[in-house]
């Protein structure tokens, strides 16, 4: 006779499925962000920086770093790249001439905006099929998520690497 499951090990379970599923989609959510970064011809980095810079407005490069999860030095080849294709402009900061602030160009607002119209219907009609008290815990779980994969991305990137 198979043992009983006991609500802990349910629990177990579930937790071990949810961690591979959450794994699962973020490989399908890096995936996915490196396609749409193809059709406009850069890299997930470069776009998901463009991204940051049209939702949050001019950054300086330390705070696009922070935001992104970048190294500093890894922000400039990134703001580079965005500066040669047209996808930002640097600005001396007229509070503070040492520092730079990137700022979207015009187009990106409009491009980045139009490379995830099929991302937003999707999500509004998976989202749609829920109700108001599950949307906000949902929104809960992934801002939780979101923070902890910024803890996660700054751990990792202060400690060093494999001997």
Known sequence: MPPRSSPGRRRADLVQELDWALRDLSTSTVMSASAIAQRVGMGANDLKCAELLVRKGPLTAGQLAEESGLTTGAITGVVDRLEKAGWARRETDPTDRRKVIIRPSPKDAQTVSGLYDTYTEAMGALLGR?????????????????DVHARIATQSKDAPGPR
């Open 130 to 146: 829920y109700s108001l008290a599950e949307l906000t815990l949902i929104l809960g779980f992934v801002r939780q998520l979101g």
